[in-house]
Nanobody, 118 residues
Framework: QVQVVESGGGLVQAGGSLRLSCAASAIFNVNVMGWYRQAPGKERELVAG???????NYADSVKGRFTSSRDNAKNTVDLQMNSLKPEDTAIYYCNAARVLGSKKYNYWGQGTQVTVSS
C-alpha cells in the first residue's frame, strides 16, 4: 500500500527553525520528491523539489532559508526551514512523483501544519 507520511510540523516563533521529514513507502523509482504548502485562501505552491540525482528547485520566497535533502535508498526527503517568517504559515505537503513515459503519478501525504508566530 502506497503511503506518504510527513512529520515535524508545529508552532515556532518568527526567526526560529523547524525540520520536516517525509517517508514514501511502496513507491518505486520516485523521480522527484518535494514539498508544497497551502495557506488559507491560497493555492498550493511548490516550496522545494529534489530529483533522484540531487538537483533542487526552491521557491524564490524560501531560497537561502530552506534546504531540502533526500535519501533515495530510503525514499525519504527532509526540509530544513530556518529564519521562519509568519508568511511561511501553511499546511506543508510532501509529494512523491513518478514519471512513466508521458504519464506522471503524484502521491501526496496528509499534510503537516506549520505555524509561525510574530
Amino acid at each position: 500500500q502506497v503511503q506518504v507520511v510527513e512529520s515535524g510540523g508545529g508552532l515556532v516563533q518568527a526567526g526560529g527553525s523547524l525540520r520536516l521529514s517525509c517517508a514514501a513507502s511502496a513507491i518505486f523509482n520516485v523521480n522527484v520528491m518535494g514539498w508544497y504548502r497551502q495557506a488559507p485562501g491560497k493555492e498550493r505552491e511548490l516550496v522545494a523539489g529534489i530529483t533522484s540525482c540531487g538537483s533542487t528547485n526552491y521557491a524564490d520566497s524560501v531560497k537561502g532559508r530552506f534546504t531540502s535533502s533526500r535519501d533515495n535508498a530510503k525514499n525519504t526527503v527532509d526540509l530544513q526551514m530556518n529564519s521562519l517568517k509568519p508568511e511561511d504559515t501553511a499546511i506543508y505537503y510532501c509529494n512523491a512523483a513518478r514519471v512513466l513515459g508521458s504519464k506522471k503519478y503524484n502521491y501526496w501525504g496528509q499534510g503537516t501544519q506549520v505555524t509561525v508566530s510574530s
